[in-house]
């Protein structure tokens, strides 16, 4: 068994490890893997798979890639919440495979990099950490990356290569929309800084491949999107053709922030790497104007994290499809001869490590804010202090290797995380027992309402079958009275309620979730504020 192989079955291994351990400690978490969840049971409900929807409405959030590929799964296995799940992490670990194909392309005689890539990205935490989610954005990650191995393809004169990148462009377009071209177009349009040896009449053929590309891409998109947008009424269509790309780049409705936001970010989305101090030595000694595959990965880096600080909306989850640029850089830099020791301490992780797990040892003890947090138990801090300890003590290793146990590293710390807090905080985002109850609510008939902005919370896990009436609080009296057997669900952001005569109460996030009947809204009709 070569080299390469082990590797896969290494990192298989350590993939499923750390899928199972989210899967067993935490249920879908409110509000963004319920309401996924609850699209896609909705769609299947109403055997409606052209337009999503959501508690009724046509969904125009998301294009529905994510949620046939859940459908799919469904066909096969039957609609369970680990097949749901698992689509995310599947479509992670081909990301991860798409950027060792990448590292093929751009440097096919480093063997070591093309192994030892996909550990790096892995080992990124914040990849580790969001790869078990119920989240779209590993879609955008890998068709990000299949569209630079596309372009890599056509600058080295394969035609097929434009192909690659048109279908990666409309596939990407299918799972979040057109933002897939502001992680692609830059570097497209950026060649001539990342290719410098073509002659004058590349250039022509290769706009035209660009322009080609895009086409086939907004092809593949469009035939989705304009029946769906004839199928979801006007406002639908605004939406989706529109409204939903337009907003986000100009004048966010949601996640607005400055233009300097992702900055202090960086840190997170490319730990433990960027807490290597030889790893930067290594990256300004690479020689970038010797190597073009260095060229394309930081013009990639650059290029769409400039543009993505222009525009207006901000997660730190929109810069993941960056992580493999970044990965593929550090790999090339330092992994590649793979002989070179590396002897240098790396107290910077190890201070952090370190910080970390003093965090964790105390907090519990002082913060007051959520009552989950206090049960979180202090030797789980003490046990990352310990590993921040010996990674400072870790003896001379060559580089590959190197990187290789940091690696492993971040996936004990996310294990950490996982057993230590998320299987703590758990109960307190467990919705499955209120979903239960509200289902049944409506197969007997009752009305049930809520008076907060609502997500889906309930659809998937009560598997509901019909919408839940929001009404606005300044109504709440009139529509009690005139419906004392219906439910009226309410969250309280802090302390406890105070309802005794509540049909359902638990603790919620930092405040609890209460259900009641109608009738007893109506006599006391306070409500949270």
Not at 282 to 309: I, M, N, T
Not at 429 to 452: C, F, N, P, W
Request: net charge positive.
């Amino acid at each position: 068994m070569n080299l390469r192989t082990t590797s896969w079955l290494g990192l298989i291994a350590v993939w499923l490890v750390v899928l199972l351990t989210a899967l067993l400690t935490r249920t879908l978490v409110p509000v963004d893997e319920t309401r996924y969840a609850a699209v896609a049971w909705e769609m299947w409900q109403r055997g409606d798979f052209l337009v999503p929807y959501l508690n009724g409405e046509p969904y125009s959030h998301k294009p529905p890639l994510f949620f046939w590929l859940v459908h799919a799964l469904w066909w096969l296995f039957g609609v369970q919440e680990w097949v749901l799940r698992a689509v995310a992490p599947l479509t992670a670990l081909l990301a991860l495979a798409a950027t060792a194909l990448l590292a093929r392309q751009l440097w096919p005689k480093a063997d070591t990099v093309t192994w030892l890539v996909p550990w790096i990205l892995f080992g990124s935490v914040f990849y580790t950490s969001f790869y078990s989610w119920v989240q779209i954005d590993m879609l955008l990650v890998l068709f990000t990356v299949l569209a630079m191995t596309g372009l890599v393809r056509a600058g080295q004169g394969r035609g097929s290569g434009w192909i690659v990148t048109g279908v990666a462009i409309g596939l990407g377009a299918l799972a979040k929309g057109p933002v897939i071209l502001l992680h692609v177009l830059p570097i497209a349009l950026l060649a001539p800084l990342w290719k410098r040896d073509a002659a004058p009449r590349f250039w022509r053929a290769w706009y035209t491949g660009v322009v080609a590309s895009v086409l086939l891409g907004v092809a593949i998109a469009l035939a989705w999107a304009l029946p769906a947008a004839q199928a979801g009424g006007e406002a639908y269509k605004d939406a989706i053709l529109w409204g939903q790309t337009a907003s986000r780049v100009v004048d966010s409705f949601a996640h607005n922030h400055p233009v300097w936001w992702y900055l202090p970010w960086l840190a997170v989305l490319f730990a433990p790497w960027c807490f290597l101090p030889w790893v930067w030595s290594d990256l300004r000694q690479a020689e970038p104007a010797r190597d073009e595959g260095l060229r394309f990965c930081l013009v990639w880096l650059l290029s769409v994290f400039a543009l993505l600080s222009l525009v207006s909306g901000k997660q730190l989850k929109y810069l993941l499809p960056l992580q493999p640029a970044f990965a593929l850089l550090v790999t090339r830099a330092s992994g590649w001869p793979g002989s070179r020791m590396v002897s240098v301490r790396p107290w910077l992780l190890a201070l952090m490590l370190l910080l970390v797990g003093m965090a964790g040892s105390v907090l519990p003890l002082v913060l007051h804010k959520a009552p989950w947090i206090n049960a979180v138990h202090p030797a789980w801090g003490g046990l990352l202090m310990i590993v921040a300890i010996t990674v400072f003590l870790l003896r001379p290793l060559p580089s590959a290797p190197y990187l290789l146990r940091i690696s492993l590293l971040s996936v004990f710390v996310v294990a950490v995380a996982q057993l230590g807090v998320f299987r703590k905080a758990a109960p307190a985002y467990d919705l499955q027992a209120a979903s239960r109850l509200l289902a049944k609510a409506q197969e007997e008939g009752r009305e049930v309402a809520v008076i907060t902005r609502y997500h889906g919370q309930f659809g998937f896990y009560g598997r509901l079958q019909q919408p839940l009436l929001y009404i606005a609080p300044e109504n709440v009296p009139g529509w009690a009275k005139r419906n004392p057997d219906a439910y009226l669900v309410m969250v309280y952001r802090k302390g406890e309620p105070v309802y005794p005569q509540s049909v359902f109460t638990q603790p919620y996030r930092s405040g609890y979730l209460v259900i009641r009947e109608g009738r007893a809204v109506a006599a006391d009709p306070a409500l949270p504020r």
